[in-house]
């Protein structure tokens, strides 16, 4: 994260992205997300400290209905994103994200995943300069990540709830 301000009324941080890298975890991915090549529209790595393995698919439903094998996907960090049709979907969102982490569970809304996602997808022309994606459906989380690119950078924002509150002493 390099800065941070407000897009519109939501908090945003603006977040670097660093030059993808490859990898031969392809195969392993697919057989952790129980999916076969023909499944998959394009895949990319997102890399802007954490490096993510994105995968996009056809369709909202195809990315809610992943059941991962997580044992198989230990080590890797895998997203997936579709796009919302608004006809079969609604309106409140443009894409539906899931975020899997190294550690073993779904994280219910990841920023640093929306980031190198954003990147990608509208360097490639596939999602417009301004976007919201949904994250968090599956777990009942109902997040809403606001994605803007302004000039040369993405802008990551979205309300939050505070469920905890203090003070730590170092």
């Not at 660093?18 to 529209?41: C, H, N």
């Not at 994606?133 to 040369?152: F, M, P, Y």
């Amino acid at each position: 994260m390099i800065s941070s301000t407000a897009c519109g009324l939501t908090p945003a941080f603006s977040f670097l992205i660093f030059s993808p890298k490859s990898s031969s975890a392809g195969t392993r991915a697919l057989e952790g997300l129980r999916l076969t090549s023909d499944d998959i529209v394009d895949a990319n790595w997102v890399d802007n400290g954490p490096g993510w393995l994105a995968v996009l698919l056809r369709s909202r439903a195809d990315v809610l209905a992943l059941r991962p094998d997580f044992a198989v996907l230990s080590g890797l960090r895998v997203g997936v994103v579709a796009p919302w049709d608004p006809m079969k979907d609604g309106w409140d969102a443009d894409f539906e994200v899931r975020a899997f982490t190294a550690a073993g569970f779904e994280d219910p809304v990841t920023g640093s995943l929306n980031a190198g996602i954003a990147h990608w997808l509208i360097g490639n022309g596939i999602a417009p300069s301004s976007y919201i994606a949904s994250q968090g459906t599956v777990l009942r989380r109902e997040g809403r990540v606001h994605v803007e690119k302004i000039e040369d950078q993405i802008w990551i924002g979205g309300d939050v709830t505070t469920c905890i509150e203090g003070v730590a002493a170092v």
